[in-house]
Nanobody, 123 residues
């Protein structure tokens, strides 16, 4: 099917920057959209950024102007550039791929999740 590998998380001071990467691999026919979600302890998972195959993006107000999502279609990779980080950005960040893939002898479409990467913003 489709596997996602994330990297780039870590500890950063408030006001700092981090860049997350997510590479998709497997029996991919096409990537329809990719996105980043986050989940802080005791909270629901929430959308951080999403990019569609045509390049359109959307962000919640909480990160708009600070986070940028962009992709490399040739590598089936999506990046999340996070600037001006705040302590409230601390969470596990998950990559999501809405992908069409070869399933035995036919094509199927599904959402796939990465394993998550920890981002901690603290002084």
């Amino acid at each position: 099917q489709v596997q996602l590998v994330e990297s780039g998380g870590g500890l950063v001071q408030p006001g700092g920057s981090l860049k997350l990467s997510c590479a998709a691999s497997g029996s991919i026919f096409s990537i329809n959209a990719m996105g980043w979600y986050r989940q802080a302890p005791g909270k629901q998972r929430e959308l951080v950024a999403r990019i569609r195959s045509g390049g359109s993006t959307n962000y919640p107000d909480s990160v708009k102007g600070r986070f940028t999502i962009f992709g490399d279609n040739a590598k089936n990779t999506v990046y999340l550039q996070m600037n001006s980080l705040k302590p409230e950005d601390t969470a596990v960040y998950y990559c999501l791929a809405d992908a069409t893939y070869l399933n035995r002898s036919s094509y199927a479409r599904n959402d796939f999740w990465g394993q998550g990467t920890q981002v901690t913003v603290s002084s």
